[in-house]
């Protein structure tokens, strides 16, 4: 059965609705020009909500070492999430310096854009496979965007990882049926406008995950 993640949660309420309906990880972004984004103290509210075993993910873009040093002080995360342009480098810094394990995103637009996923499969402890954001975009990530699920068929990599991207609750059965994901992440897709999730989206997208074949 496929793994969910939700991704930005900030509100208490989302957060029950993830966790009764059986996500597996919850992610907070601290990148500041999301609108998902989320301060320290709000995080640390959510994060005492959930209960061992499940992974409570800290999102953040090209971090320097004082901003995870500070959230880390006031956050108890599970797992960080690295989703800017860090080098395979920078992700063995991060996890050496932190004690904590690494889901590094990889955006794909192309066949071009999968070595990256074996480059990182030997330095993270979990791979994100997101669409590639548009050059002009705001944020790397969190654009609903899809892109072509096919490229993936057939492949396998070094690390356990999860497909993103445009998924929702009325595509991400086929998603994982065409890749063989072997779990999802979710943003844009379980919310009615940036930023603000629906608990019953949330609740419909880990439906659809889990019964997928
Ligand atoms: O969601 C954001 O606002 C965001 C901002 C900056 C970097 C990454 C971000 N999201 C990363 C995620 O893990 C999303 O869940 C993933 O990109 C899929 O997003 P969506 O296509 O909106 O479901």
């Excluded at 990880?25 to 061992?52: C, H, I």
């Excluded at 002080?73 to 480098?89: S, W």
């Excluded at 071009?112 to 790397?140: H, N």
Aim: proline residues 8%; charged residues 20%; hydrophobic residues 45%.
């Amino acid at each position: 059965m496929a793994q969910v993640k939700i991704c930005g949660l900030r509100e208490p309420e989302h957060v029950t609705a993830a966790l009764d309906a059986g996500a597996r990880y919850l992610g907070f972004n601290f990148f500041p020009k999301s609108p998902r984004a989320v301060s320290g103290a709000q995080a640390a509210e959510l994060a005492d909500m959930v209960p061992a075993g499940i992974a409570r993910v800290g999102l953040f873009v090209n971090p320097e070492d004082a901003l995870l040093e500070s959230v880390l002080a006031e956050v108890p995360l599970d797992m960080i999430q690295l989703h800017g342009g860090e080098t395979p480098e920078r992700v063995t810094e991060i996890k050496a310096r932190f004690g904590l394990p690494v889901m590094k995103a990889v955006g794909i637009a192309t066949q071009e854009d999968l070595p990256q996923l074996i480059d990182y499969g030997t330095v993270a402890d979990m791979l994100l496979v997101d669409a590639k954001a548009p050059k002009d975009a705001v944020l790397p990530g969190g654009n609903g965007l899809a892109f072509d699920w096919r490229l993936l068929v057939g492949r396998r990599w070094l690390k356990p990882w999860l497909l993103a991207g445009g998924l929702t609750p009325a595509n991400v059965a086929e998603a994982i049926r065409l890749t063989k994901a072997p779990g999802v992440d979710v943003s844009s897709g379980v919310e009615t406008a940036p930023g603000q999730k629906d608990s019953g989206l949330i609740r419909d997208f880990i439906a659809a995950a889990k019964e997928a074949p």
